[in-house]
């Protein structure tokens, strides 16, 4: 099955940068889509951002301007750089790939555990 590992998450003050990575591993066929979703405590879990193996973008208007997603296929990576990053961003980061692990198979949702991401002064 394909295993979703996140990284670079942390403590950051109002204004910083961050950069995300979550890597891909497993048997699958293919990854159509990759992407950052987060959830704050007493709030809905959101899209951040995601990214077609074609390359298509999508992003929550909150984030437009700031933060930038992007993928290595070659690599099965996915990485999302925030910039100006305010308080209101602070949430559990959680990565999701879709894709199929044989040609048969349906498209499947995979997460990783989430990373945390605060942003305090």
């Known amino acids: 099955q394909v295993q979703l590992m996140e990284s670079g998450g942390g403590l950051v003050q109002p204004g910083g940068s961050l950069r995300l990575s979550c890597a891909a591993s497993g048997l699958f066929f293919r990854i159509t889509t990759m992407g950052w979703y987060r959830q704050a405590p007493g709030k809905q879990r959101e899209l951040v951002a995601d990214i077609t193996d074609d390359g298509i973008t999508n992003y929550a208007d909150s984030v437009k301007g700031r933060f930038t997603i992007s993928r290595d296929n070659a690599k099965n990576t996915v990485y999302v750089q925030m910039t100006s990053l305010k308080p209101e961003d602070t949430a559990v980061y959680h990565c999701?790939?879709?894709?199929?692990?044989?040609?048969?198979?349906?498209?499947?949702?995979?997460w990783g555990p989430g990373t945390q991401v605060t942003v305090s002064s």
């Open positions: 999701k790939a879709q894709g199929k692990r044989t040609i048969l198979s349906p498209d499947k949702d995979y």
